[in-house]
């Protein structure tokens, strides 16, 4: 009672005469009669909000059981026949297989090696050395996956390029090839470039982590003869263990979602060997204007990332409470 | 002398510092790689691609932006700017509306929007090419625009509001008592305390927009309408024959947001960090 009696004083300064006189007679009103004028200010949002995100999602389930072509505007419903053509297509399992293998190495280099990463660099005495590495591994990330595509692009090619150059620099020449011209390196070399540029972002989200640690812990375990190693192993890595769980499931969630390092690079060739979930959409979408197959394929992706989602949102949950 | 246990820590200390100065060589190598080679000429990039360029020649820049980056350079810049405006004015309202108002379903009404985050762009992809036709949108800027904005209003919102509701409403409620409308209390009191968060939240938009790709490879066909990612694309598909200018294309794309990283930094640490927590 007392603390909102002395609410509705003026703060020091604020002490005008104008407020003063006012005071009794404006607060009740704002506070409840007529609430619905605040809608205004969350009205905008939600009416893009529904505009261009969820009214499309909706739609998205309607043409998923449909064939329609969009430049000739015939529809047709046909029941769940796109799903079944989606799992009787090999391209398409190649896709969901390669996306895994996106998200299983991503977990590895942008989970793992990130957490080990920061914990190292966090363990360094120098401030300003910490945040210079942080921030080099980091700018990769702030470059357009374009941009990263164009460029990998180029370290891969047979001539001229980086990676070969370097091969023949260290005496592996019999090792050179035509990295994303080859079926059997082009999705782990698209996947390579992928890393590079993401790693430095999930190191930085860790080392943010690993600074809410307190202090004291280290000091006090180094007191007692604990090495740096064993503190990261016994102090770091458990106590982050809840932004390594919900880095997991944004990586794997991310991995699902996979589309601009593919296209810019391969475009899901050679034969199909580099297809995401992301360009098949993209293929049979807009290349082969199989527009119900295609977002059979959104439906899909929907599912994954939601399933997901849902399982970020207990994890945030229980960790708020 | 040193005895061995001695030397074993300094030894660690070496070797973790070798790794971590190699893996700067990792990220940085690359990026100078592209560079460098903006400076060199085509049979020079194709020849060795570790020399450094015989002179310092520029002109590929030059022939870059004739070439469709000057276009792309300001589509960019028109479109990013525009949809991180909308972008954050939308949801600077929608959190001061959830967190400094009584308003009815204020939960549900979060749900809804945060619920956004959940949904990955390529999900609505295909009916939006229609409704986009349908609305007359496709292939402007509108587009781009509204979609970035759209897609990027729950997040904003989220990041804005978890930094609102901790801000003390005193003041706000002083301001009220002063004989402020809401407008008023909203644009000289509630935005400069936030501040810090706006401008992690802006900075955010920037990188989102600026680097976004699949939006502005389906909404938009033509050359005189496409941003920098999609317009880099089509031009290294066309100027087989010019690498150089490519690689002047894509400094030019890069460059700027590295600029903004460096600058930005702190506020952006501090985004993200708010921003993964969601």
């Given at each position: ?10 703060p020091?300064g ?8 006012a005071?009794?007679r ?6 409840k ?9 969350v ?50 399992w ?8 996106y ?8 989970v ?7 914990s ?7 401030e300003?050395f910490?945040t ?44 050179q ?5 080859n ?6 070399g ?39 190693v ?5 102090i ?12 997991m ?9 996979v ?11 050679p034969?199909?060997?580099?297809q995401v979930?992301?360009?098949?959409l ?8 199989d ?22 949102v ?8 | 002398m ?23 060589i ?9 560079v460098i080679s903006?400076m060199?000429?085509?049979?020079e ?7 450094w ?9 030059g022939r ?5 980056v ?19 004015l939308?949801?600077a309202?929608?959190?001061?509306g ?30 939006l ?5 349908s ?62 968060i ?10 989102f927009?600026?680097?976004e ?18 317009g880099?694309?089509?031009?290294s ?9 490519v ?23 501090r985004?993200?960090a708010e921003?993964?927590g969601?």
């Amino acid at each position: 009672m007392s603390t909102t009696q002395q609410k509705t004083f003026p703060p020091p300064g604020l002490n005008t005469p104008a407020a003063g006189t006012a005071l009794p007679r404006r607060r009740k009103p704002a506070r409840k009669k007529n609430a619905w004028p605040g809608l205004i200010w969350v009205l905008p949002g939600l009416v893009t909000l529904f505009l261009f995100v969820y009214y499309p999602l909706v739609l998205n389930f309607r043409y998923s059981l449909e064939t329609s072509n969009i430049f000739t505007g015939q529809q047709r419903f046909v029941g769940l026949d796109n799903y079944a053509r989606l799992a009787a297509d090999p391209v398409f399992w190649k896709a969901l297989g390669n996306n895994c293998l996106y998200a299983g190495i991503s977990i590895v280099f942008q989970v793992f090696f990130a957490l080990v990463l920061a914990s190292l660099i966090e363990n360094l005495r120098n401030e300003r050395f910490r945040t210079i590495l942080r921030s080099i591994y980091f700018l990769p990330s702030a470059i357009s996956l374009t941009v990263t595509g164009l460029l990998f692009a180029f370290i891969y090619q047979p001539q001229g390029g980086l990676l070969n150059g370097l091969l023949n620099a260290v005496g592996l020449e019999s090792l050179q090839q035509a990295w994303l011209g080859n079926p059997d390196t082009a999705m782990l070399g698209v996947i390579m470039m992928s890393q590079w540029q993401g790693f430095g972002y999930c190191t930085l989200l860790f080392a943010v982590a690993i600074q809410r640690i307190p202090r004291e812990y280290y000091e006090a375990s180094a007191l007692d003869g604990i090495g740096p190693v064993r503190q990261i192993f016994s102090i770091t890595i458990p106590l982050v263990r809840e932004m390594t769980g919900l880095m997991m499931i944004v990586t794997i969630s991310g991995a699902f979602q996979v589309f601009n390092e593919v296209m810019v690079t391969t475009s899901g060739g050679p034969d199909n060997s580099t297809q995401v979930l992301g360009t098949w959409l993209y293929r049979s979408g807009f290349i082969k204007n199989d527009f119900g197959y295609a977002a059979a394929i959104a439906t899909v992706i929907f599912v994954i990332t939601l399933a997901l989602a849902l399982i970020q949102v207990r994890y945030t949950n229980k960790r708020r409470v | 002398m040193t005895s061995p246990t001695r030397l074993w820590p300094i030894i660690g200390r070496l070797v973790l510092t070798g790794f971590l100065l190699g893996l700067v060589i990792v990220v940085l190598y690359p990026l100078l790689w592209m560079v460098i080679s903006s400076m060199k000429s085509n049979s020079e990039i194709l020849g060795n691609p570790f020399a450094w360029p015989t002179s310092l020649d520029l002109s590929s820049y030059g022939r870059a932006i004739d070439k469709g980056v000057g276009t792309y350079l300001f589509n960019s810049v028109l479109v990013t700017a525009l949809s991180v405006v909308s972008t954050t004015l939308l949801s600077a309202w929608a959190a001061f509306g959830l967190t400094r108002i009584n308003i009815p379903f204020s939960k549900p009404i979060l749900m809804i929007i945060v619920g956004g985050l959940m949904l990955a762009p390529t999900v609505a992809l295909v009916p939006l090419v229609k409704l986009m036709q349908s609305w007359g949108l496709y292939d402007t800027y509108w587009a781009l625009i509204i979609l970035y904005t759209a897609f990027r209003v729950p997040f904003t919102t989220f990041l804005i509001r978890s930094y609102m509701i901790d801000l003390p409403i005193d003041v706000d409620e002083a301001a009220v008592l002063d004989g402020a409308t809401r407008r008023q209390t909203f644009w000289r009191v509630t935005m400069p305390m936030c501040t810090p968060i706006i401008v992690s939240a802006v900075i955010l938009q920037v990188l989102f927009a600026w680097n976004e790709f699949l939006f502005a490879l389906i909404f938009i066909g033509s050359d005189t309408v496409k941003t920098l990612p999609v317009g880099l694309a089509t031009l290294s598909s066309r100027a087989v024959t010019d690498f150089p200018s490519v690689f002047a294309g894509m400094t030019i794309a890069a460059v700027p947001m590295i600029v903004l990283f460096i600058l930005g930094q702190r506020y952006f640490v501090r985004g993200l960090a708010e921003g993964v927590g969601r």
